[in-house]
T-cell receptor
Framework: DTAVSQTPKYLVTQMGNDKSIKCEQN?????MYWYKQDSKKFLKIMFS???????INETVPNRFSPKSPDKAHLNLHINSLELGDSAVYFC??????????????FGQGTRLTVV | AQSVSQHNHHVILSEAASLELGCNYS??????LFWYVQYPGQHLQLLLK??????LVKGIKGFEAEFIKSKFSFNLRKPSVQWSDTAEYFC????????????FGSGTRLQVQP
């Protein structure tokens, strides 16, 4: 049973295309995230949703649009893809014990290559 | 704002050598601290975490870390590394209350030679 699953695992596409990455978690967590890992392995938060509400939107181009249809799903849609969007995108989820934050669980990652 | 510094970018060890990876953080409030490991081509897995209590925490695969509040440090240790420990190691923090998103260090690539 995969806790956080994202699809596809690999995505190769041409510049200018629009693509989506899907993420689902079966942990019952209330918060989901998208992180971007660049070619130097640096991980940075892009978006965070809590109970379907956007709570973190880091300085990400508005070509990136997250959508959370329910607490268990957080999708990432990218318009007009650029070469610089090539990276590994990780979905994650976490839950709070009351107001106390806990650890995040990560999906397998989606390696996006824009050619 | 939170920030995390990992001083060792690339560490090469022989099997059975001892490991210590440095991690320092900067944040004005109370934090949770984590070490994640990323094996080649894989996702991030939690090695260990510190929320409160005993500052020496033990994780999976024989790893441990010590939280030293006065030094804002959370160094990762393992007495004897194995070839299978070859991976990228990330230190991360989040705010105990409030912002839950993790802030990561730049990672340390550990290469263990047989």
């Amino acid at each position: 049973d995969t806790a956080v699953s994202q699809t596809p695992k690999y995505l190769v596409t041409q510049m200018g295309n629009d693509k989506s990455i899907k993420c689902e978690q079966n942990l019952g967590h209330d918060t989901m995230y998208w992180y971007k890992q660049d070619s130097k392995k640096f991980l940075k938060i892009m978006f965070s949703y809590n109970n379907k509400e956007l709570i973190i939107n880091e300085t990400v181009p508005n070509r990136f649009s997250p959508k959370s249809p329910d607490k268990a799903h957080l999708n990432l849609h990218i318009n007009s893809l650029e070469l610089g969007d090539s990276a590994v995108y990780f979905c994650a989820s976490s839950h709070a014990r009351g107001v106390i934050a806990t650890e995040a669980f990560f999906g397998q990652g989606t390696r996006l290559t824009v050619v | 704002a939170q920030s995390v510094s990992q001083h060792n970018h690339h560490v090469i060890l022989s099997e059975a050598a001892s490991l210590e990876l440095g991690c320092n953080y900067s944040y004005g409030g109370t934090v949770n601290l984590f070490w994640y490991v990323q094996y080649p081509g894989q996702h991030l897995q939690l090695l260990l975490k510190y929320f409160s209590g005993d500052p020496l925490v033990k994780g999976i695969k024989g790893f441990e870390a010590e939280f030293i509040k006065s030094k804002f440090s959370f160094n990762l240790r393992k007495p004897s590394v194995q070839w299978s420990d070859t991976a990228e190691y990330f230190c991360a923090v989040n705010a105990r209350t409030g912002r839950r998103a993790l802030t990561f260090g730049s990672g340390t690539r550990l290469q263990v030679q047989p």
